[in-house]
């Protein structure tokens, strides 16, 4: 499966604790972003990166988010002392830095997601 | 920041009848993607609009770039039940893409 994969695909974890997901994007994409989402509600931009750089960051994250990207590859999202209002999809996607054709923008593979739940 | 507002919130059709969405901004956008997430699933890439004016088809979906470049619009004709689903449009500002509440698409055989 040449898809971006997640992993774990679901988490429980109690108040407090911390939760790191993983990443993979599609090899040869040199952009990954990561999004939150809530039922009924759009994928929510959480932070972006270009290989290894994190060049955007939600201002709606909190200090407790943290994401990597070490060697340009693989990705790590971290949430410390969770809260309940973390529970969410945590949804990847990964892109080519340019689509084929004129002007910007990106087009993106989304992962299957990992669904957070903290009790 | 960047809001995109997208309408309707719901849409149940009869299979065969038309279904329009539409994403609206209040800033001028650089382009617009349109995303299909499926129930249960992740979205899905559909189309990246660019121009002024553009209007782009896919069988049977259209999608429009207004003039102003702060609106958009997914047409769907003769809806079929595979069309069931969320459509997102989701707007690209400054390394950051902006996704619209969805339009969620039920379709009756």
């Known amino acids: 499966d040449t898809g971006v994969s997640q992993n774990p695909r679901h988490k429980i974890t109690k108040r407090g604790q911390n939760v790191t997901f993983r990443c993979d994007p599609i090899s040869e994409h040199n952009r990954l972003y990561w999004y939150r989402q809530t039922l009924g509600q759009g994928p929510e931009f959480l932070t972006y990166f270009q290989n290894e750089a994190q060049l955007e960051k939600s201002r709606l994250l909190s200090d407790r988010f943290s994401a990597e990207r070490p060697k340009g590859s693989f990705s790590t999202l971290e949430i410390q002392r969770t809260e309940q209002g973390d529970s969410a999809m945590y949804l990847c996607?990964?892109?080519?830095?340019?689509?084929?054709?004129?002007?910007?923008?990106?087009?993106?593979?989304f992962g299957p997601g990992t669904r957070l739940t903290v009790t | 920041g960047q809001q995109v507002m997208q309408i309707p919130q719901y849409q149940h059709v009869q299979e065969g009848e038309d279904f329009t969405t539409y994403c609206n901004s209040s800033?001028?956008?650089?382009?617009i993607q349109w995303y299909k997430q499926r129930p249960g699933g992740h979205p899905v890439f559909l189309i990246q609009?660019?121009?002024?004016?553009e209007v782009k088809k896919q069988k049977r979906l259209t999608f429009q770039f207004g003039e102003a470049k702060k609106n958009s619009s997914l047409h769907i004709t003769a809806t079929q039940t595979t069309d069931v689903g969320t459509y997102f449009c989701?707007?690209?500002?400054?390394?950051?893409?902006?996704f619209g509440s969805g339009t969620k698409l039920n379709v009756k055989p």
């Open positions: 800033t001028t956008l650089s382009n």
């Open positions: 989701a707007a690209y500002n400054f390394n950051k893409f902006y």
């Open positions: 996607a990964s892109s080519l830095g340019r689509l084929r054709g004129t002007g910007p923008g990106y087009e993106q593979y």
């Open positions: 609009l660019v121009k002024s004016g």
